[in-house]
């Protein structure tokens, strides 16, 4: 329950710092998509990552800075997204750093990953159907 509480603050953080930054002008669009924005966080052992945040309820994304899919882990650290069978993003057990700061073994890691992960099958299919039955205008009963 403890980690849920910190991820779940963590992201209150975020987006609240993310919301103040953009209020004054300091997160800049990465593209000329309107919904690619970067922000640096603070991690559980005081380094900092930048990241992406890409696309919108009800599929959005983390990559970092240059592209690779980011998952929180149970604690609250990012890592690098592996896709599952069910096609959804889990952490890979690899945390994740700024391209600068990445040591040999990461730079192992990441060469054999896929760039620009994204839900597929079964798990896309789960949170499209969520999406849908939540914004699906209940039919008025006649008289």
């Known amino acids: 329950m403890r980690h ?32 690619v924005d970067t922000i640096s966080l603070p991690q559980l052992d005081g380094s900092t990552i930048t990241i992406l945040g890409i696309g919108s309820v009800p599929l959005a994304y983390t990559e970092s800075i240059d592209g690779y899919t980011l998952v929180l882990n149970k604690i609250g650290i990012y890592e690098y997204a592996e896709l599952s069978k069910k096609g959804d993003l889990e952490p890979s057990g690899i945390k994740a750093n700024n391209p600068a700061k990445r040591d040999a073994k990461e730079l192992k890691y990441i060469n054999k990953l896929t760039k620009h992960l994204r839900y597929q099958g079964a798990k896309l299919e789960e949170i499209q159907a969520k999406h ?7 039919k008025k009963e006649k008289k």
Do not use: D, R, W, Y
Request: proline share 5%.
């Open 4 to 35: 849920i509480s910190f991820i779940f603050c963590l992201f209150i953080f975020s987006s609240l710092s993310l919301a103040a930054q953009n209020a004054a002008g300091g997160v800049k669009p990465t593209t000329e998509n309107s919904n």
């Open 132 to 138: 849908n039955k939540l914004n699906t205008t209940p």
